[in-house]
């Protein structure tokens, strides 16, 4: 099971990530959870400055924008 951990405090762009995320790992076919970080020392614990942020089973694989479905593919694979 792959945890996506989407970091940002909940605005529109958070939102955003959250859903291309599962759409990515749901067209890839792979078990997924989805975790919300929204408390900033957690946050900022990850080494993230810029939210929204995305991280792969602890690894943050992007940070500062909404990557699109197929870029999000690509740092699942």
Do not use: H
């Not at 975790?35 to 992007?62: D, H, R």
């Amino acid at each position: 099971m792959m945890k996506l951990q989407i970091l940002g405090t909940g605005c529109p762009k958070c939102q955003k990530l959250t859903e291309t995320a599962e759409a990515a790992a749901r067209e890839l076919g792979i078990e997924y959870e989805v975790e919300k970080v929204k408390e900033i020392e957690q946050i900022i614990a990850f080494g993230v400055v810029m939210t929204p942020a995305l991280a792969v089973n602890g690894e943050v694989k992007v940070s500062g924008k909404v990557p699109s479905i197929e870029e999000v593919k690509a740092m699942l694979k």
